[in-house]
């Protein structure tokens, strides 16, 4: 087990910005709170790593250069981690690193996106073409929805899932948003609303796609020793895996089952010394209203995915509930801060203080699963309740 | 404030460049692995089923089926198997329009990299 303290956190909401505020505000926003949260000052950082997707979004190289520097913070560990969507989990795991290997006392982990304001939807649909393989899809014009669909039509014919199940997603997901003051999407939608918005890549209609979001969010990451009350109460990361798959769609066995899923989540499960059974709540990269189940499948937390959706398993109530937060879908999608504030609703939800819909007990483990391409980078964590 | 960037990119294409070259002819160039034989297209410089990091380049003829295909507002794609490849490879359709399920690798538009597929019947195969 890992033994880092995830000792506080905080997010800023996620949506398009129209109050011309700008990410360097939002960072700071984050930061200052998350540092609040966890019962420290500013100058007790002394690491941060910021995810951010792309300089084509932020229009700035070097970011963690420069938000240390707009957070007053100077003679620091600084640096950037990217990896696609699963930009801001895979610089948890880099701050989680830095704290195991007593390369830091406490990290503080910023992700932020500015993927709705800076730049057209049409600009950051083609940016995000390349983030496959530029030479052989991206310049083709191919879409990540183009892709996700593609291989979604493979899992529904090799599971029998279907669009109502994916309306099902993508209607839970936005009901579960409207607890979470921070959502992008919080609406009171049905089933049909999604059958009646506009197919972008058929299976997949506008409402069955997560949104472009501008925000940011922030954990600070310690070990006990470095907290104080040496992290009384907060959850702790148990356990951490990250697996790669064939960039190329087609060169995938199997297109339609995101199956470096699994290896990530073994990985971590073995670092938590837990089983998949154990996982009581889970935060799940759901891009798509069908990559959730996809994602589900992967990472092994159903024998029969499709069955357990239709059995009600993944809703509020159910044995496993799954984006309560509202997910990529309701919550929204500010690339490089998605993972992170997916690390902190699981945190949130096990020391049972979550700003959002709260789970009904707050179980031993949590799991925040997040990927860049179509499940091309995976990151898995699983988070552990304070005993 | 606003800002405007506009880039122009010359990207080198390394040990790719056959390929890149038979693309822009409209034709097929696969890679082979010589100790395994899996042939790839697009083509990997190394071998994804053994590893091998020895491959020949070797033509297809171009044709492709298509197993899955989406369509969008802005054109058409498809996961298609061309004749002689192992595995799938993504593809944009230059006919979008048509139903066919299956095509033939077309000269990329503007000279841009990438797979296109011109979607025909089978007896429009003049190869
Ligand atoms: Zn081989």
Not at chain 1, 181 to 207: E, F, G, M, T, W
């Amino acid at each position: 087990m890992s033994g880092v303290v995830v000792a506080g956190g905080a997010m800023t909401p996620f949506n398009r910005r129209k109050d011309g505020s700008g990410m360097r505000d939002w960072a700071r926003a984050a930061f200052f709170d998350a540092v609040a949260d966890a019962r420290l000052e500013a100058g007790d950082i002394d690491a941060l790593v910021v995810a951010s997707e792309s300089d084509f979004f932020t229009l700035q190289l070097n970011p963690a250069a420069l938000i240390a520097d707009e957070l007053g913070l100077f003679g620091i560990a600084a640096q950037r981690v990217e990896g696609g969507g699963a930009s801001g989990h895979l610089a948890v795991h880099a701050g989680a690193a830095m704290v195991m290997a007593g390369r830091a006392r406490r990290v503080a982990v910023v992700g932020l996106e500015p993927s709705a304001s800076h730049l057209p939807g049409a600009a950051v649909g083609a940016l995000y073409g390349l983030s496959f393989d530029a030479w052989t899809d991206g310049m083709t014009g191919i879409d990540s929805t183009s892709l996700y669909a593609l291989s979604v039509q493979a899992f529904m014919e090799e599971t029998g899932a279907g669009q109502d199940d994916f309306a099902a997603i993508a209607v839970r997901n936005r009901q579960n948003a409207r607890a979470n003051p921070n959502a992008h999407l919080p609406l009171d939608i049905a089933a049909a609303d999604v059958a009646a918005s506009p197919v972008i890549a058929q299976p997949y209609r506008r409402l069955d796609c997560s949104p472009l979001s501008d925000g940011a969010a922030c954990v600070i990451l310690a070990g006990a020793a470095g907290l104080p009350d040496g992290g009384a109460g907060r959850a702790r990361i148990a356990g951490m895996g990250v697996a790669n798959d064939r960039v190329r769609l087609g060169e995938r066995a199997r297109p339609g089952r995101f199956e470096a899923k699994g290896v990530a989540m073994r990985r971590a499960l073995a670092e938590a010394g837990a089983t998949a059974a154990e996982i009581g709540l889970a935060e799940i990269y759901d891009s798509y209203s069908g990559a959730q189940l996809q994602a589900l499948d992967g990472l092994g937390l159903a024998g029969d995915v499709v069955g357990a959706e239709r059995e009600g398993v993944f809703a509020a109530d159910g044995a496993l509930p799954v984006n309560l937060s509202g997910g990529l879908l309701g919550q929204g999608a500010p690339v490089g801060a998605t993972g992170v504030a997916q690390v902190l609703a699981c945190a949130l939800q096990l020391e049972g203080r979550y700003f959002g819909r709260r789970v009904a007990t707050p179980p031993r483990y949590a799991l925040a699963d997040t990927h860049g391409g179509v499940a091309t980078l995976n990151a898995v964590s699983i988070l552990e309740a304070a005993r | 404030m606003k800002y405007r960037l506009t880039l122009d990119y010359t990207v080198p294409e390394g040990t790719l460049a056959p390929y890149f070259d038979a693309l822009r002819q409209g034709q097929a160039l696969a890679a082979q692995c010589t100790s395994c034989a899996a042939t790839s297209f697009p083509p990997r410089p190394i071998c994804g089923a053994c590893g091998g990091r020895e491959m020949n380049w070797r033509d297809l003829t171009g044709r492709a089926g298509v197993v899955r295909r989406t369509d969008t507002e802005n054109g058409a794609f498809a996961l298609v198997r061309f004749d002689g490849a192992d595995g799938l490879a993504t593809v944009a359709l230059a006919n979008p329009a048509e139903r066919q399920a299956a095509g033939r690798l077309a000269v990329p538009p503007d000279a841009r990299p990438g797979l296109w597929l011109q979607l025909e019947n089978e007896d429009d195969d003049h190869a």
